[in-house]
């Protein structure tokens, strides 16, 4: 997948792919201000019919950005040296990153404390006194807030350490990255493209899951770096595979059925367990065995009709290219401010939501069509620095 000058093309359809996946990544966290999980502030209106669709998206959702992350990593790293790439992703990464914890995430932890009356003085207090501590913080029935914290902001944190590792890997053996191209081709062919992550996957899910439950926390996170290392890793090693993309595209209604059918195998035995009920052994294997396939092969399937089907290039597509990135910075604190807002606004949970949703997208358009005009903000929101005009 290279043009005559031997350069990467331009995958259109990861793109896509990407725009569509943060996209999806939003809503999800719209979406978790209705459900019964833990969220920064909880609506007193939950939407009882939104769980079976939220637990559709969360095994995959996140684990695709990853895959498409580390294929972009790969084309970049055609056209760059290892110590180039990590110096761009490091400035493009770690500054939103650090911006995002001192100015964007703290208003979301102060509405969480002010929402569960853990706290009522004002913003600047909790900002200057307790959100800076830099320890547990407002604890509760042995649950504390870690602060200063990076809330959403955590895949930026791992996307560069991920990058960081391999592109260490990449300067020191730079042959490797071929020869394990060339590994992969091999053992990812017909079926064994579904079954040989999934496998990887479930084993994951079985055995670290268990010890390691997801923080987000980078340290100790094991089961997390398990999956969303190994498929950054894998996405960068297959980016450029003609052959396994070929796969990709013509197993992709075979991932879509095996996907479809697990996952309604998970949501008859969510509907046949007690509350509290204790799995026996055979169960937790086949759960986390499941897992691990609908897990790969949602991500299959969004590859493969992604490569399918959206082919076409156009000015929507690089509008959102851009934009995409500063929305996913924005979207977490305009959600959690406005459902903190409407807590006493004696709306339908649809009003709410439509509320929230509207608010979301409005503010996540204002800010990059704010921030993409002002040079000095551009980085800050993981934008490129504009060359100025002589």
């Known amino acids: 997948m290279a043009d005559r000058a031997g350069h990467p093309e331009r995958r259109v359809d990861l793109d896509w792919i990407r725009i569509a996946a943060f996209g999806l990544l939003i809503l999800y966290h719209v979406g978790m201000v209705f459900v019964p999980w833990y969220y920064h502030v909880k609506s007193s209106h939950p939407i009882a019919g939104l769980e079976p669709f939220m637990l559709a998206l969360n095994p995959w959702r996140l684990s695709l950005l990853f895959f498409v992350a580390g294929a972009a990593t790969r084309f970049m790293a055609a056209n760059t040296t290892p110590g180039v790439l990590l110096k761009s992703r490091s400035v493009r990464l770690l500054l939103p990153l650090l911006f ?39 604890c509760r029935n042995g649950q504390c807030l870690l602060l200063p914290t990076w809330n959403h902001l955590w895949f930026i944190a791992y ?124 169960v937790q294997i086949y ?47 305009v959600i959690v401010g406005v459902a903190f807002a409407l807590r006493d606004a004696d709306l339908s949970a649809a009003a709410e939501a439509t509320t929230i949703i509207a608010a979301t997208i409005v503010s996540c358009v204002m800010s990059y069509e704010i921030v993409k005009r002002v040079s000095w903000l551009r980085p800050l929101f993981g934008l490129k620095q504009e060359k100025l005009a002589v």
């Open 100 to 138: 995002g914890m001192l100015v964007i995430v703290p208003p979301q932890s102060y509405w969480e404390v002010m929402s569960r009356n853990l706290y009522s003085g004002g913003f600047w207090d909790f900002y200057t006194a307790r959100y800076f501590a830099f320890s547990a913080q407002f």
């Open 159 to 282: 996307l560069w350490i991920y990058t960081a590792f391999l592109m260490l890997l990449v300067g020191l053996r730079p042959s490797a990255v071929r020869l394990m191209e060339n590994a992969l081709e091999r053992v990812l062919s017909g079926l064994w493209l579904l079954a040989l992550p999934a496998i990887v996957m479930g084993i994951d899910r079985l055995f670290l899951f268990p010890r390691f439950p997801p923080t987000n926390a980078l340290i100790g996170d094991w089961y997390n770096h398990a999956v969303f290392g190994s498929i950054f890793l894998l996405g960068f090693f297959i980016a450029c595979s003609e052959a396994i993309w070929t796969e990709i595209v013509r197993i992709r209604w075979v991932a879509l059925g095996l996907a479809s059918a697990v996952f309604a195998s998970f949501i008859v035995l969510r509907a046949n367990l007690s509350p509290g009920e204790q799995l026996s052994i055979l």
């Open 287 to 333: 759960a986390g065995t499941a897992y691990g396939v609908y897990q790969w092969c949602s991500i299959v399937a969004a590859l493969g009709f992604g490569r399918r089907w959206l082919t076409r290039d156009s000015a929507t597509r690089r509008y959102l290219t851009d934009a995409i990135f500063p929305y996913y910075i924005v979207h977490q604190t």
